[in-house]
Nanobody, 116 residues
Framework: QVQLVESGGGLVQAGGSLRLSCAAS????????RGWYRQAPGKQREWVAT???????NYADSVKGRFTISRDNAKNTVYLQMNSLKPEDTAVYYC??????????WGQGTQVTVSS
């Protein structure tokens, strides 16, 4: 089992920044990738960013150049630094951890609201 706890969401004005954190506990040595999705009201969950155990990073085109995913292995924590936020970034952000056998664990979600 892997437990994920997110923090760092909130309300920010357009152009502002937020940093989300996702702390993991449990059988973390079996994790092959971690990342973030988001879901806006009335929309499907959308992939945002991924960082693999080997350090490969990928971003959705909609956030490339504005968001940065990183990790602190000593703290078993993954971060999502979000800069130049736009109203369309408003969503519930979910972190995930994918195991070596393809199972995904999810955090509880954290609300990010960007006002115009």
């Amino acid at each position: 089992q892997v437990q994920l706890v997110e923090s760092g969401g909130g309300l920010v004005q357009a152009g502002g920044s937020l940093r989300l954190s996702c702390a993991a506990s449990g059988i973390i040595f079996r994790i092959s990738a971690r990342g973030w999705y988001r879901q806006a009201p009335g929309k499907q969950r959308e992939w945002v960013a991924t960082i693999t155990s080997g350090g490969t990073i990928n971003y959705a085109d909609s956030v490339k150049g504005r968001f940065t995913i990183s990790r602190d292995n000593a703290k078993n924590t993954v971060y999502l630094q979000m800069n130049s936020l736009k109203p369309e970034d408003t969503a519930v952000y979910y972190c995930y951890a994918e195991t070596t056998w393809g199972h995904r664990y999810w955090g509880q979600g954290t609300q990010v609201t960007v006002s115009s």
